[in-house]
């Protein structure tokens, strides 16, 4: 069969130098390609041809990808060392890559050939070379993103390229990119998208050293049908595409009946104001309040009275030890807390507990009293404000001879010990169970100390872990869980926090930013709720595979292939440099939710008609991200002393085979930037399959070349997104990112 004939030796080499010779002899990988915003008032032409840029190349494969029918394929791959050819001549100097070309490759005795995009789908990618003053590292989101932005990372791995410092350093480096990022039209459109630029504009990398790649691919090859037309195999139920057609379901990501869903209404103590919405009725309420801690013997109460909150409460009276939960239906009760004493305590491990009992009134900064216990003879410790690793906790390790210490943590790492602000009350060893009570203010004595804050912050997350001996060290266990506090002198509140759950396991988080961001919250768009989400990456992880149970077809029958990239490059000469080089903007017209859902059409639409949008409204300077260029997705360099940014590339990120078209506009004057519309295949040969698209970019540069002169955006301008797709049948897992470069001025 045909899919045998492709696949790959393991012993293949990873990397091939195709050419350093001149542009005159070379040709591009893939053919000639359009942009969307050629220069009609200038005879010149804009050439996608790089043999006419004066330009070199080399070739690198990826690591084999092997996958079955209906696998992902989702992970940060080992690292390509680039030709010993380009490491000897690039030491200690910069290349300026003017563009790429990549494409999806069976390696065979007579050399790389296409892998048809119905048969292995670009979901997307990201791919980075390092050089000899980087390193490619996972790291903490929220250190380099703010919290919309880094929400999208909370499904997958993070990494950035950081830069590595040598005391022998030339100054003249210093503003040289050490890495570089490539994913511009970085999916199913990726092949026939062009992604070069204009002349003197480059990407560019001192002493370049190693290629890494990230890519998504989903196995959509039926392995009975070795026919030139698409025949899509068998499909989850989920699967919304329809019979016969030219695309596989598989590619949206359904949430099949192998995903674990669990959903689950979240309630919160609150000691201060009132809750944004109430717990709906006396049953709830006395559920919800046993939920957040409220001991098991608390009496329960409906009543009508203006003298407690509305809705659901706790009402603690300590000289009787009793609490006693309320559900008041006067709409015009009293307002949460009002009191300085709390309490709480709660597990996330079964063997190690908290308790915390503050008082916001004892001395100048308030007194916390913490009790931990856990098992004596191993180190345990907890998180506070937390709920993994990657937040980067404030921790208090208790180790296996009950010695106490405070620690920052940091993502998967111990982090540091800082200084100690707790004093030990009491430290004793009963039945195998170390109970310790620390004292320490409620207020942080550095920014590194966790502030106790309970009359802004009545829930709290935090992790626990246990170690395999005495000594801190890798944990043996680890949990998560909620802390709230209970107002003692006052009445605390129980407030419906809304749904949450998770996806096999995985906590569902995502930022559907509101209007004029967005418009996923006011349309509703599935994709922002667990309880309503059905199909996109969350369902999507490394080596899932996309089939209902039921269903398991060619389980034996594994493609192997690689990811083929040619980058075209130019020197750079730093005595007088003609090249500048180019930042790496970027914005999600689904305002940070990552992904959309395109909703089926009414029945009674017209079929021109079939048709949906979204929107987004952002400024510039929502883009801009102070770290150095090249070492993260988003980028963009120094912006002191700028005042804008250039347009010199856009390149926008749209599926098949919905995409329909995707505007930019500058909302402050209503010019048209950007207009994107798609290229349909309607044949079975390599880049032009049927249903299958190609995405020109925008390029601005010299009317010389045939383009229009950039354009200059100050950071305050404000920009629009519309992007259009074709909803005569719905669509999961749909994108709308534009991906662009520009130079900051």
């Known amino acids: 069969m045909r899919w045998l004939v492709f696949s790959v030796a393991a012993s293949v080499a990873a990397v091939v130098l195709a050419g350093t010779v001149s542009g005159a002899e070379l040709h591009n990988m893939n053919g000639l390609y359009e942009i969307s915003n050629p220069n009609t008032a200038t005879d010149a032409k804009f050439s996608t041809d790089y043999s006419s840029k004066d330009a070199e190349y080399f070739d690198v494969y990826s690591p084999p990808i092997k996958t079955r029918y ?4 989702w992970t940060l791959m080992d690292p390509v060392q680039l030709p010993d050819e380009i490491l000897e001549r690039f030491a200690n100097k910069t290349m300026a890559v003017i563009g790429y070309e990549n494409d999806q490759v069976f390696q065979t005795p007579d050399g790389d050939v296409s892998v048809p995009i119905t048969w292995a789908y670009n979901h997307h990618y990201v791919s980075y070379i390092t050089g000899s003053r980087s390193k490619l590292v996972r790291a903490d989101p929220k250190q380099y993103l703010d919290t919309a932005f880094s929400n999208l990372y ?77 025949v899509a195999g068998p499909l989850p139920r989920a699967a919304q595409s329809p019979p016969n057609a030219s695309y596989s379901g598989l590619l949206e990501c359904p949430c099949t009946d192998r995903i674990k869903k669990e959903i689950h209404t979240v309630y919160s103590a609150l000691t201060k104001g009132a809750c944004s919405v109430a717990v709906a009725n006396a049953t709830e309420c006395f559920i919800a309040a046993h939920s957040i801690g409220t001991p ?26 009793v609490s ?26 079964k063997n190690v507990n908290m308790r915390l009992d503050l008082n916001s009134n004892e001395g100048p900064h308030g007194q916390a009293i913490i009790t931990l216990t856990g098992p004596d003879g191993v180190w345990f410790g907890v998180g506070l404000n937390a709920s ?89 266990f680890k949990g998560a869980a909620t802390i709230s506090l209970a107002a003692l002198d006052g009445a605390t509140c129980v407030c419906n926090s809304g749904v949450q759950g998770s996806i096999n396991g995985i906590p569902f988080h995502k930022t559907c ?84 859902d395109v909703p089926v059409k009414a029945p009674d639409t017209a079929p021109e008609n079939a048709l949906h949008q979204i929107s987004s409204h952002w400024t510039v300077r929502d883009m801009i991200h102070d770290c150095p260029v090249g070492s993260s997705y988003q980028c963009t360099g120094d912006s002191r002393n700028k005042t804008g940014i250039k347009l010199i590339y856009a390149g926008g990120h749209c599926h098949a085979p919905s995409c329909y078209s995707m505007e930019l506009w500058n909302a402050d004057n209503g010019q048209l930037l950007c207009r994107h519309l798609p290229i349909y295949g309607n044949g079975t040969e390599i880049f032009n399959e049927d249903g299958y698209l190609a995405l020109p970019p925008c390029l601005w540069g010299s009317e010389g070349e045939g383009l229009v002169e950039p354009v200059f955006l100050s950071f305050d301008t404000n920009l629009m997104s519309i992007k259009t797709n074709n909803n005569t049948y719905g669509h999961y897992g749909e994108m709308a990112l534009w991906q662009m470069r520009g130079i900051l001025v």
């Open 70 to 73: 209906g696998q992902v394929w």
């Open 154 to 230: 909370e499904h997958t791995a993070f990494y950035v390229a950081e830069d590595i410092k040598f005391e022998d350093d030339p100054p003249e480096i210093e503003n040289i990119p050490k890495s570089q990022l490539f994913s511009e039209g970085n999916g199913g459109e990726f092949r026939k998208s062009f992604h070069g630029y204009p002349k003197n504009f480059a990407q560019l990398i001192y002493s370049p050293e190693a290629f890494h790649i990230t890519p998504m691919q989903i196995d959509t090859h039926n392995r009975d049908e070795q026919g030139p037309a698409f």
């Open 296 to 321: 098991s013997n608390a009496t329960t109460q409906s009543v009508s009275l203006k003298t407690i909150p509305a809705g659901c409460s706790v009402v603690r009276n300590p000289s009787e030890d």
């Open 324 to 349: 006693r939960v309320y559900f008041n239906s006067e709409t015009d009760g009293t307002t949460c807390g009002g009191g300085s004493l709390y309490s709480g305590q709660a597990s996330a491990l």
């Open 388 to 476: 993994a690793m990657a937040d980067l906790p404030y921790a208090i390790i208790v180790n296996g001879s009950g010695e106490v210490m405070e620690r920052k943590m940091a993502d998967h790492d111990t982090g540091k010990q800082i200084q100690t602000s707790v004093t030990i009350e009491s430290n004793t060893v009963k039945n195998g169970v170390r109970t310790i009570v620390l004292n320490r203010a409620m207020v942080g004595i550095t920014a590194d100390h966790y502030t106790f804050s309970p009359d802004q912050e009545s829930s709290m997350p935090f992790i626990s872990a246990v170690g395999s001996g005495p000594a801190f060290a890798y944990h043996k």
């Open 513 to 596: 930013l509101d209007e004029p961001s967005g418009d996923m919250v006011q349309q509703k768009n599935p994709t922002c709720w667990v309880d309503t989400y059905v199909g996109g990456l969350r369902c999507c992880h490394h080596q899932w595979i996309l089939l209902d149970q039921d269903q398991n077809p060619w389980e034996d029958k594994i493609d192997e292939y690689h990811m083929k990239f040619r980058f075209w490059f130019q020197e750079y000469t730093p005595e007088a440099p003609k090249h500048q080089n180019l930042a790496r903007i970027h914005w999600q017209t689904e305002a940070m939710s990552g992904e959309y």
